[in-house]
């Protein structure tokens, strides 16, 4: 009889890898080895737009957030053992945006009486690259720059979207749902949600209501 694989090892070995990717990040940094910027603005109107470097007409980790009577924020850093982009928006209107390249690899939301927030990464800390985003209450939209079906929009509590190439997903998603549960590779929502891809390694599909390992729809 097969006996099941454990997965404790190969779990701790991300989380050290993990763990030593954000501790080589913020001493790097520290040490001025590396270029990181943030800005934040709390106003009737509040516009914040970062970005580490720019060429050819592209801007390279580039983050941004608006915001209509509320505050939006944003930041970026860039290190030999990660890159990363967040923001964060909330507000009677309001959109947040992080990219590896500006509207290339780029994640973006929107909400409506309520909060966005974004975060593009690659390197140790992400075990690859990764981007996500998610926006909650009212009207909400959410997705991923070039990739069709990653793309969601509700009248609901909240959307997200994710995509990447890492060991934490691989693949691209996206869905509107009130609360989502996850065990493992199975996971069941109030709401819907669409994609495919691994998780941690183990491979999934989002069929609407629930997510189920790709090998127990075969």
Not at 88 to 114: C, D, P
Not at 116 to 131: E, F, P, Q, V
Not at 193 to 216: H, I, M, Q, W
Request: hydrophobic share 45%; glycine share 14%; charged share 15%.
């Amino acid at each position: 009889m097969e006996q099941p694989k454990s997965t404790s090892g190969t779990s701790a070995c991300q989380a050290a890898v993990v763990g030593a990717g954000v501790l080589a990040d913020k001493a790097l940094l520290h040490y001025g080895i590396g270029v990181a910027t943030e800005a934040e603005v709390n106003a009737q109107k509040a516009e914040c737009d970062v970005c580490v470097s720019e060429a050819a007409g592209l801007k390279f980790l580039n983050a941004g957030a608006d915001a209509k009577t509320g505050t939006a924020a944003a930041g970026c850093s860039a290190t030999p053992v990660q890159a990363e982009a967040f923001s964060k928006a909330s507000g009677a209107e309001a959109s947040a945006r992080a990219g590896l390249i500006e509207s290339v690899v780029e994640a973006s939301a929107r909400a409506v009486a309520g909060e966005a927030h974004a975060r593009a990464g690659i390197g140790m800390k992400d075990l690859g690259a990764h981007a996500e985003v998610s926006a909650s209450v009212a009207k909400v939209e959410a997705g991923l720059t070039n990739v069709p079906f990653a793309q969601v929009g509700a009248s609901g509590p909240e959307a997200k979207a994710e995509g990447g190439v890492s060991w934490k997903y691989t693949g691209a998603s996206a869905g509107a749902y009130a609360g989502e549960a996850r065990a493992g590779p199975f996971a069941a929502r109030a709401g819907v949600k669409f994609g495919a891809g691994f998780r941690n390694g183990v491979p999934e599909v989002d069929l609407g209501p629930v997510t189920v390992p790709a090998c127990s729809v075969m």
